[in-house]
Every structure is written in C-alpha cells, then in structure tokens.
C-alpha cells in the first residue's frame, strides 16, 4: 500500500508537523516574526475550513470571509469593551459619531465569557441558517458559490454603512490585548503563538477524525453522487449544511485568533480577495489533505510576506498563474505530487525486487 494512505503513517505525519510548529518560539528570538507566525496559523485554519468544506464536502465556498469577518468583530468587541471604563463604557469611534449610549448589541460584550461565545455563535448560527435554505432549495454547485460571493459583498457594504457601530472603513483597534482570567495574552509573546498553535492542532485532528467516521463517508459520497446519496434516504440538505456549518465554525474560531494577534478588525476582513485566497491555499496545497492544505497556507502567505513587496502587484498575477497550473495539472495539490511520488519509488522498488509492473499491479487513479 502506498504510505500515503497509510493511517498510522498520516498521523505520525501530523504529529511531526505540530511538534515542530510548538518549538518555534524556542527558535525565534523576533517577536515580530513569532507574530507573523502566528498569523499563519490563523491562515492554516481558514485554509484547513476551506478542505472541509470544498475538498470533502464537494461544497466550493467563495463567502468564507463571512464567519471569519463576523468572528474577528465579536472578538474585537469583547477586547475593546475589557479596556472600557465601566462608568463610561462608550467607545471612542461611537461618540465622534455623535451616539450617547452604547447600542444594545454591544452591551453583551461587556462580559468576556459571552462575548467570546457570541463572537462564535453569531457565524456559525448564519452558516446554519444560509446553508439549510441554499442546500434546502438544492443550490449547488457554481450558484452556490456565486450566492456566497454575493453575501459576502452584501456583508461588506453592511459594514461599511452602520459606520456608527462599526467605525467603518477605520475598524475596531482595541487598546489592549485580550485579557482573560486576569491574564493578558501578548499577541508578539509565546502565549499567543501556542493559543493558537493549538488550537489549530485541534481543529485538525477534528477534521482528521471527522473525514474518518460514518459521517465522512456520507459526507464525501455526497460530493460524488448526490442524488445517488439523496435515493439511499440520506438527507444531503442536512449534510452538506452540517459541513458548511462547522466549516464556518472553523472559520469563526480563526477570526478571534486574527483579533488577538493583530489587535485590529476592519471590513477588510469581508473583501473578496481574502476569501479567494482561502481557496487558493487550500487548493494548491489539496484541498483533500488538511495536512496539504495547511502547509499550502504557511507557503503561499510566507512567500508573499517575503516577495510581496519585491513583485509588488505582479505577485497576485504570479499567484493566480501558479494556481491556474496547479488545478490544471495537479488536481490534487502538492499534496498529490506527494502522494504520486511515494507511489513511484513504492513501485519501482517493488519493480526491481519482483520484475512486475506496478501499473498492472496497483490500479492507477481514475481506474
């Protein structure tokens, strides 16, 4: 069997990956590049939501800056109402925008525990409920990746308009980091980097297990025959929605770790650029591996953050090229260039010991 697909040797794959990714602070002396590390664990997780949802769900999902938006505002706003003064819990933006109370919806963030919860259940709730009635209707395929492009531009605009609530195009910049139980969170510290270091562990070894259960079977044999799935008495409304869902989640939870590392949220959040390049990660590293796609977010961010500014805007056409060529030839991502090569110096090795063909002896994709 090709190791590839060897559980044992997956896992053993992901606890390097992870063992390696925990030692990085030991290593870097920068604080400002531990932060920007950090940061590519926060990408790693919109892209690891981008290979649920798109890659084994068979649902391609050009809105994922939605929850990942919504997210990062209710984080925002819990983290600018902990550096409020109880007696004057207005923040700055709102007075120069002329209100004299805090609005309702803000008055739940005074309270860290249910502003973190909100900050999560606000977005996973919308998936739940934009998912069912798309998936309900039988939206599909390109149109519901067009429906979901356009939600997000509808979001957007809402941001930008309620400027009073939101401080528009300016943002929410909290004074101070995320304090919880007492402790601060330093975004450029260790601390912030493990946060969300595990938390990307665990949302990566859900996902693993998740694609390995009864539930995942269902869920990829939607992505191949719907109606075939829809004729055994599965609800694939009900299942796609689940896996748009918790897609979402994932994504939500990737918007409060982007709040704490940056201290800073704006309606940039919701820009379509964001949301494509969520797939992009996720496709050029496989959008059918986690481990591919992660790896393919910390690439493809860590190239840009150190040749952005040298191919200035000829870097998205670079970009955009490279992917073209990806989906084009790699279907699979450099996750199946991996796997392609095991497999080749699995058969050539079989080849020499036995004279036998490994294309006769192994069935080869597609077949």
């Known amino acids: 069997m090709n190791l590839y697909n060897d559980v044992r040797a997956q896992w053993v794959a992901y606890l390097i990956l ?25 990408y790693g997780m919109l892209a690891l939501s981008i290979c649920l949802c798109w890659g084994f769900g068979g649902i391609l999902n050009l809105g994922q800056g939605i929850p990942f938006g919504l997210g990062a505002y209710g984080m925002a706003m819990t983290m600018q109402m902990q550096s409020q003064d109880p007696s004057n819990p207005m923040p700055p933006f709102m007075l120069n925008n002329s209100l004299d109370h805090l609005p309702w919806f803000w008055e739940p963030f005074k309270n860290t525990a249910i502003g973190i919860i909100l900050a999560l259940l606000v977005p996973t709730l919308f998936c739940a409920v934009f998912g069912g009635l798309m998936f309900k209707a039988r939206v599909s395929g390109p149109f519901f990746a067009i429906m979901t492009l356009a939600m997000l531009n509808a979001w957007y605009t809402l941001i930008l308009d309620i400027q009073p609530y939101t401080n528009g195009a300016n943002g929410i910049t909290p004074p101070a980091p995320l304090d919880i139980a007492g402790a601060s ?34 869920i990829q044999s939607v992505r191949g025959d719907a109606e075939r799935v829809r004729f055994l008495g599965y609800s694939v409304a009900g299942y796609e929605t689940a896996i748009y869902t918790i897609s979402g989640f994932i994504a939500a939870v990737a918007g409060c770790c982007w709040v704490i590392v940056t201290q800073y949220v704006s309606p940039a959040q919701f820009d379509t650029t964001l949301s494509l390049s969520m797939v992009i990660w996720a496709g050029i590293g496989g959008r059918l591996s986690p481990f591919g796609s992660i ?30 060529l990806v989906v084009r030839f790699l279907p699979k991502g450099l996750a199946g260039l991996v796997e392609s090569g095991l497999s080749y110096v699995r058969f050539r090795r079989r080849d020499r010991s036995n004279g036998a063909s490994a294309a006769k002896l192994y069935p080869q994709p597609g077949e």
């Open 18 to 42: 992870f063992a390696g990714l925990a030692i990085v602070p030991a290593l870097v002396n920068d604080t400002f590049i531990l932060n920007q590390f950090a940061m590519y664990g926060v």
């Open 185 to 218: 969170v330093d975004p450029y510290g260790p601390a912030a980097y493990w946060l969300i270091i595990g938390l990307l562990f665990v949302a990566t070894v859900a996902v693993k297990l998740m694609t390995m259960s009864r539930f995942g079977l269902v």
């Open 295 to 324: 790896i393919g977010a910390f690439v493809i961010q860590g190239a840009q953050s150190y040749l952005g500014d040298t191919f200035l805007a000829t870097w998205l056409l670079i970009l955009g090229t490279f992917f073209i």
